[in-house]
């Protein structure tokens, strides 16, 4: 079955961290650019971070640079999303994506919300 499972979302205050995993199966991993993107309420969805598929490759929203970091480990078909210093306006649901060439595979996603 071709899918991707987001998990480790979360309560966290601000200042905090939380890290999510994006377990894919059905497909060849390595092979397609893995994407976390986020919908907060009321707005639209978001790229937050892309990564090629061997890993050399990663880009940012300015929103997050400097605090988020994507990687990737392809003998265990996952993909990570490691978030730092956590502010109020990160809250929104996390999606994980795999795409190549068209074929987008998406999650269904994972709640993220910072406060105190």
């Known amino acids: 079955q071709v899918q991707v499972v987001e998990s480790g979302g979360g309560l966290v205050q601000p200042g905090g961290s939380l890290r999510l995993s994006c377990a894919a199966s059905?497909?060849?991993?390595?092979?397609?650019?893995m994407n976390w993107y986020r919908q907060a309420p009321g707005k639209e969805r978001e790229l937050v971070a892309l990564i090629s598929g061997g890993g050399r490759n990663v880009d940012y929203a300015d929103s997050v640079k400097g605090r988020f970091t994507i990687s990737r480990d392809n003998a265990k078909n996952t993909v990570y999303l490691q978030m730092n210093s956590l502010k109020p306006e990160d809250t929104a649901v996390y999606y994980c994506?795999?795409?190549?060439?068209?074929?987008?595979?998406w999650g269904q996603g994972t709640q993220v919300t910072v406060s105190s």
């Open positions: 994506n795999a795409v190549r060439f068209g074929t987008n595979i």
């Open positions: 059905g497909f060849t991993f390595s092979s397609y650019y």
